[in-house]
């Protein structure tokens, strides 16, 4: 069969946490600053696609914006990069299995939160400033999604971010189910649209669009900070939670119960007996 059943992605998203946890500093800086990239491109297309629709018809260009960005996430996936929204599901799940620590799951968040921004300000910077594909006729849509953003409270940023990476975790463990391309391409794609669509935020996709709109001097670091920490939280616990655990709870604990229960009924039935 071309897919693989839900207990099947359980022990799949155990085995990349188990994976990603052993990666050496360097690779995943390097693959940490191309899902940057990635996402940030994804992004910039989004406004690019969003911008060419006329006024009237805004809410299709949203629409249209919204369906062309997962090309970040299928990059990363497929071409290979280490996003944290993703992280925060797999890792998680390594640990929720006894298979990685705590610390693990720690140093590898913050490496790749390292390198997702670094890969994004540069997007942001030399594609979108110096470039200007974030400014002049872009400019307003830029600002528009930035400050939509920066100016969400803690309470509002928080429970977007969680929103936000139920639905990209999702993505990111329906690209398990699937053993081709198409299958991937199609599973991560719905979930993306949706969380963009709906307006959810993404703690990776926001280092690029509130510098952009820092670098366009209508925002500062202050105010990306005040986004970040909030977003990041709601993040966490939409991939870890509301995905990991979640899903790891119903079937990878769930599959091992059943094998010790069937395991201690053979034990206690007396030898000899006949069935």
């Known amino acids: 069969m071309s897919i693989n059943s839900p207990q099947q992605i359980a022990e799949i998203s155990i085995e990349a946490g188990v994976k990603k946890s052993h990666l050496p500093t360097v690779s995943i800086l390097v693959l940490g600053f191309l899902a940057g990239a990635f996402i940030a491109l994804g992004f910039l297309l989004d406004i690019h696609v969003s911008t060419m629709i006329p006024g009237p018809w805004a809410s ?31 890792l998680p799940t390594a640990m929720f299995a006894g298979r990685i620590s705590a610390g693990a799951v720690a140093r590898n968040w913050l490496l790749v939160t390292f390198a997702n921004l670094v890969g994004a300000l540069f997007i942001a910077y030399f594609f979108g400033h110096v470039l200007g594909l974030t400014e002049g006729a872009f400019l307003a849509k830029t600002l528009a999604i930035a400050k939509a953003k920066a100016s969400a409270d803690f309470g509002q940023a928080l429970i977007s971010g969680i929103g936000c990476n139920w639905l990209v975790c999702l993505a990111v463990w329906l690209s398990f189910a699937s053993k081709d391309v198409t299958g991937k391409i199609l599973g ?78 053979s034990v206690e039935q007396p030898v000899g007996q006949k069935i």
């Open 60 to 90: 299709l260009g949203n629409l249209m914006g919204a369906a062309v960005f997962p090309v970040g996430l299928i990059l990363t996936i497929l071409a290979g990069g280490e996003l944290l929204t993703g992280n925060m599901m797999t």
């Open 188 to 265: 991560m794609w719905f979930p993306i649209m949706a969380f963009v669509a709906i307006g959810f935020q993404h703690v990776v996709a926001n280092m690029f669009i509130i510098p952009a709109a820092i670098f366009a001097d209508a925002l500062t670091w202050f105010d990306f900070v005040e986004n970040f920490f909030p977003v990041f939280l709601g993040n966490a616990v939409g991939g870890a939670i509301f995905v990991g655990l979640a899903y790891y709870v119903s079937y990878s604990k769930a599959a091992q119960a059943q094998v010790t229960v069937e395991h201690a009924a």
